[in-house]
């Protein structure tokens, strides 16, 4: 193994030893702030230890079969074992050099997903309800947590938007792949001639931002209050719960009325706010790497259209990867596994051959 390699690895494996001890500490435990970084830092760091393990464990097998060499008895099983020990070596090897990859900061975070109707006037809406609903499934198969913030209802039915953070393990790991235009074929419902029509909707994952990632002016805000629109009858709101934040240097504004609560609502959409703010950071740095990548997988172009939904060929094509599945009612019902599987895939291989020099 380079030596290089070797000092970075056994710095990375001292590291999560001592991170185990401080975070057995009094003085760290009363610290939520410390104990709550410390302990991220000791689970993302928790699979490369493990590996220096197993190839640390690889090195003292290989050095006790080299000794058995000398012995003419036990000479061919210790040469057997040494040819399936280099081959273990060789692929754990590759395995740490994975591992090793500047991992992406926001990975563990929870995420605000929006999702807009694009083109396609009220097919659209009806397309952005189905994504949803097939994100909604996702995240119940991961058992994540979907706390609903804004949503603006179609006349005949579906979304024209809406939003909600996701709350769970790794959201943003798994989902940040799927910014981007998502276009669908199909027959809608209210065509009488069976001519298949084409939509689009727009899908922003955004990591979701603490304060400490994102410090805003209050003067920089102008923030509205007023009446959330209710179904009727004893429903309708009758306060002036519902909240409109707009960030004046930016021009983004959010809305929020979800809550009852005009609190509630403010802290909402104050969330909502600091998470699009980090998500135009995002967005900046990326747009500035993407030139330099062989593939757009992970730029998050907004205006890229990422994936085709065809329902009359039963089919789900990703155009990023060129990856195309079938059974679309099940990836409809959040069935998405293989395709983020094979998205992280991809980027990953990128990342690598980036690291390692290649064009």
């Known amino acids: 193994m380079d030596p290089a390699l070797r000092a970075k690895l ?23 702030t410390r104990l709550l970084a410390l302990s991220r830092e000791h689970a993302e760091i928790a699979p490369l230890a493990a590996a220096i393990a197993r190839y640390r464990d690889l090195e003292t097998r290989t050095r006790d079969a080299d000794e058995l060499l000398a012995d003419p ?25 994975k591992l090793l990859l500047p991992k992406d900061p926001n990975d563990s975070r929870d995420v605000v997903l929006e999702i807009r109707a694009g083109t396609g006037g ?14 909604t499934r996702f995240a119940e198969r991961q058992r994540w947590s979907v706390e609903p913030l804004a949503m603006s209802e179609a006349g005949a039915g579906g979304f024209r938007e809406i939003s909600a953070m ?11 792949f799927e910014s981007g235009v998502h276009r669908v074929q199909r027959v ?27 410090q805003i002016n209050p003067k920089d805000l102008e923030v509205q209050f007023m009446r959330a629109s209710g179904a009727g009858g004893q429903s309708v709101n009758t306060t002036d719960s519902a909240v409109r934040i707009t960030h004046v240097p930016t ?11 005009q609190t509630k609502n403010r802290e909402l959409a104050m969330k909502l706010l600091r998470s699009r703010l980090l998500d135009r950071e995002i967005q900046r740095v990326q747009s500035e790497r ?12 907004r205006s890229e259209k990422i994936r085709t939904y065809n329902f009359p060929q039963d089919r789900v094509s990703d155009h990023r990867i060129g990856l195309t599945r079938h059974a679309i009612d099940d990836f409809m019902d959040g069935d998405i596994d293989d395709v983020i599987a094979a998205l992280r895939a991809s980027d990953e291989a990128d990342r690598l051959a980036e ?4 064009p």
């Open 355 to 358: 690291a390692q020099g290649q």
């Open 10 to 32: 056994e710095s990375i494996a001292e590291r999560h030893e001592e991170l185990g001890v401080m975070l057995c500490a009094p003085e760290i435990a009363q610290d939520k």
């Open 251 to 261: 021009g983004l504004a959010v809305h929020c009325m979800q809550e009852k609560s």
């Open 122 to 135: 009220e097919e659209a809406a009806l397309f952005a309800a189905d994504l949803w609903r097939m994100y």
């Open 188 to 214: 809608p419902a209210t065509e009488a001639q069976g001519r298949i029509h084409t939509s689009t909707a727009t899908v922003a994952i955004m990591p979701e931002a603490e304060e400490v990632d994102i």
């Open 166 to 176: 996701i709350h769970g393990r790794d959201v943003y790991a798994l989902l940040k």
């Open 73 to 97: 008895d036990l000479r061919d099983m210790a040469e057997s074992d040494l040819r399936d020990l280099k081959q273990q070596r060789g692929e754990l090897e590759g395995e740490l050099q």
């Open 290 to 301: 993407a030139a330099q990548r062989r593939s757009q997988v992970g730029t998050g172009d």
